[in-house]
């Protein structure tokens, strides 16, 4: 997996996201919001529990368990799994395909987790200008640009209507660097030249890493 891939899409994470908590009531349910009120909402979230800052190894691991559990709540894994695998996701079969998102939910959330486990956002220390919402063929996009350390950022985050009418997250684009694409292309390369069993034995050494970083 790529680790310097994933470090940028944790600041398209952390920072596109961010808005003042006055910006969308909470008590609002997310079916009711808009699509970049449904970002603001989920990024008012993710940041307070960034600057909720750990004591001590416990508040710690809470910390990172917390941002795991809201980092799922927002991108919807089992949408990206399918959408990251592509023809090859008709080829699998139903335990194939629930062991393979698994693995994937479980990198995702250990990747971000750890990369923001001891990180705080400081007031002032970006900026963020909502540029666009269009949707289009069932899709819809929010586009932003980060301002952080005097660099621009263009940020795209892509969601889909769920059946139940609630937002569903799947591709996050930092940069015109997407996610999906960016996973798509490894996992196509690796099952194609090595087969399926490769591409989870390898999901699983990555994921072992993580765990023993």
Known sequence: MRTAFLARVCLSLVLALAAPAATVAQEVPPT???????????????????????TDEASRAQRIANLRRTISGF????????????AHWEARTP??????????RDLI??????KLGD??????SYTVTWDSERSRN????????????????????IMREG?????????????DVSLRDSYAESFDNIITE???GELISRMQERLAELRAA
């Open 32 to 54: 009711a919001l808009t699509a970049t009120q449904f970002v603001q909402q989920k990024g008012d979230e993710i940041i307070a529990i960034l600057n909720q800052r750990p």
């Open 75 to 86: 991108i919807n894994i089992e949408v990206l799994a399918e959408e990251a695998l592509g």
């Open 95 to 104: 335990a194939e395909r629930a062991e393979f998102t698994s693995l994937l």
């Open 109 to 114: 959330e250990t990747s971000y987790s750890q």
């Open 119 to 124: 990180e705080g956002v400081a007031p002032g």
């Open 138 to 157: 069932g899709r819809t996009r929010v586009e932003a640009t980060v301002t952080y350390d005097g660099e621009p950022h263009a940020v795209e985050v």
């Open 163 to 175: 059946t139940d009418g609630s937002r569903v997250v799947f591709d996050l684009v930092t940069d």
């Open 194 to 196: 090595h087969g399926w």
